[in-house]
């Protein structure tokens, strides 16, 4: 009796493994995942910050777009995007109206007050933007002048530009919504330059005649997704997803994509 009895248990503790096993292939995966919506990844970003994240006709391309795509397929979940904009996307994800955030977000301690981060995918540095026959030649020039500086609201170069320390300090900020708009007030003389992310910037010099680049100090800043803070299952399955997406290359090919190096 006691026999078919352990019997009876081994056999069930086989099934159940068995089953697990079976919970674990890539399309029921997504299920087992605690998520805004069932079945879907939720994305916040702010599409107007190319390479990263932009509009091409009625698509959402871009770095950022592309790898989250990847990790959601690695999820075995439907990557669904939200263009928001950028100062509201720590608040929505703290929120829980999204998932995650993903939008060239640099890791910072205050952010991390709030919400936490993945492993970091990508680096940027804040960089100037100035009118080529500007008399701001360099980042001093830039503080010690009265000039307005234009930045996107709610960024790390509204926060540097903002302090009087390293900045030119709240009073000479203007806000705008994208740093396109932001171009747009430095092209028609409103301000005296803008301060934005290097390669949104190369980006947008590219894409605006008469404007250039000045190089900054500002320390290197590490981009990384955005993840509830209760949502611990969520942020270890996207790391594991990063990591292997580094590992076998994909990480590496994105960006190349976007950003050639040569
Ligand atoms: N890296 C900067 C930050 O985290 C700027 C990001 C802006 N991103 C965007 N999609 N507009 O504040």
Redesign the pocket.
Known sequence: MKTIARKIMAMVIAASFCFGLASCSKASKGSKLNTVAAGKLTMA?????KP??YHEGDKIIGIDAEIAKAIADKLGLELVIEDVP?DSIIAGVQAGKYDIGC????VTEDRLKSVNFSTSYAT?IQSIIVKEDSPIKSIDDLLKGDYKVGV?S????DIYMSEEDGGVGEGRIDRYN??NDAVIALTSGKIGAVC??NEPAKSLVAANPGLKILETPYTE?K?AIAVNKSNEALLAEINKALEELTKDGTIGKIIEKYIPSK
Do not use: C, P, R
């Open positions: 970003t702010n599409a107007q910050f990263y994240e950028f939008a060239g977000m640099t940027g996107q709610g960024t790390t170069g994208s740093g934005i992310d800043e981009y």
